[in-house]
């Protein structure tokens, strides 16, 4: 019923439409404050509900729940589903009850949950990669400790080291902690496992693991992007950081894709008669 | 028998880093193993060479995750006790076990 081809064509297909559509933005709407600017930045989400739908799928394969490559598979695709359900509450509350700049609300409740949720989905394929072999060596112990810490740190001196939090709502603010942390926290798991398993992971696993392992690195880049739009007053619907996240979740579904066919490519090489 | 159950030992966890289905699978590909029912446990060693056998199970895991899924399993030989089976046990398979110790 499924197959690789289909959910390719998928991806790429709303990939190709949302390119097409933010150049053309460019192009016609310079002031950026055409309608489709809006339409753009309140549907793009629907690239990672199907990403993640498809997630879901090929980790059945991969034991679901009860294996930890089926878990990470599952705790990356929840993690796109929570993307697409942000921005869902967001556009519901804006074109249902026409509530503007609705920050915070309850579409943050699913933004939030998507950092646990890549923070297990890495942990996992950190532990079928072999990161506890590595962690015997002192020196990848140590930077097990440092790596994350250094990460929260530089995070913290990019967004937070000038944060004016007078006359802010105390959820801003915590939301505004959170997430930059949040985000250094499963980007420096990714790094981590990346640097620490690469003498040891090999077969056919490499290739797809570390494909996912950037496409999360891409994933922090394009919510830092977010972030330095936003504090900058920069930000636009339909502007630079959307189109990052749509690139974001479209590395992603091809990532979590190339974990499909794998009953495939274990099938010994016929001999030749 | 010894030789089953470090091979039984061996999937079961390999199925916990990539599932049941597709470690059975593996299994299978190997040409050594026969499962007899849908239970994991429930195996047959076809290959005559046991220690032979072993080693075609680890070279089958490792076109997956490489020397990570050797480690799964040589972790497994030594847990039940390398030495003892190391007369059955092709020299190559002998030296990837000393070397990981």
Same mark, same amino acid.
Request: charged share 15%; proline share 3%.
């Given at each position: ?70 878990? /990470? @598979? $599952?705790? =990356? ?7 697409? #359900? +942000? ?5 519901? *509350? &804006? ?92 980007? /420096? @798991? $990714?790094? =981590? ?7 040891? #992971? +090999? ?5 797809? *693991? &570390? ?63 | ?101």
């Amino acid at each position: 019923m499924f197959n690789k081809k289909i959910f390719n064509i998928v991806t790429v297909s709303l990939f190709f439409i949302y390119s097409i559509w933010w150049l053309l933005l460019l192009v016609f709407s310079p002031n950026h404050d055409s309608p489709f600017n809006d339409y753009f930045a309140d549907s793009y989400g629907i690239l990672s509900g199907v990403g993640g739908i498809i997630g879901l799928i090929i980790s059945k394969k991969w034991g679901f729940l009860q294996s930890y490559m089926g878990k /990470s @598979l $599952a705790y =990356l695709s929840f993690g796109l589903i929570c993307q697409f #359900l +942000g921005q869902v509450s967001y556009s519901i *509350i &804006f074109y249902v009850y026409n509530i503007e700049n609705a920050y915070p609300s309850i579409g943050e409740i699913f933004y939030l949950a998507s950092i646990p949720l890549y923070v297990l989905g890495v942990w996992n394929i950190a532990k079928a990669s072999g990161i506890k072999l590595s962690l015997q060596k002192t020196k990848y112990k140590m930077v097990s400790i440092l790596l994350p810490f250094l990460m929260i740190l530089v995070s913290y001196h990019v967004f937070l080291i000038n944060y004016d939090s007078q006359e802010v709502p105390f959820s801003v603010v915590l939301l505004d902690y959170i997430y930059p942390i949040g985000q250094a926290f499963f980007v /420096s @798991l $990714a790094l =981590l496992t990346y640097f620490t398993t690469r003498s040891y #992971l +090999g077969g056919l696993m490499r290739g797809k *693991i &570390f494909f996912v392992l950037f496409a999360l690195v891409f994933q922090y880049i394009a919510d830092s992007m977010f972030i330095f739009e936003t504090r900058s007053e920069n930000w636009y619907a339909g502007g630079l950081s959307d189109l990052m996240f749509v690139v974001s979740y479209f590395i992603m579904t091809l990532g979590l894709i190339r974990f499909f066919s794998i009953d495939e490519e274990i099938k010994p090489a016929k001999q030749a008669v | 028998m010894h030789i089953e159950n470090i091979v039984r030992e061996i999937i079961k966890e390999q199925s916990q880093i990539i599932g049941e289905q597709l470690a059975r699978q593996i299994a299978i590909n190997s040409g050594v193993v026969k499962f007899n029912s849908t239970n994991v446990d429930d195996l047959t060693i076809t290959s005559p060479g046991e220690g032979a056998a072993l080693e075609k199970i680890i070279n089958s895991y490792e076109m997956l995750f490489g020397n990570t899924s050797v480690e799964v399993c040589i972790d497994v030989i030594h847990r039940f006790g390398s030495k003892e089976i190391s007369d059955i046990l092709p020299d190559s398979l002998n030296q990837r076990l000393s070397r990981s110790k």
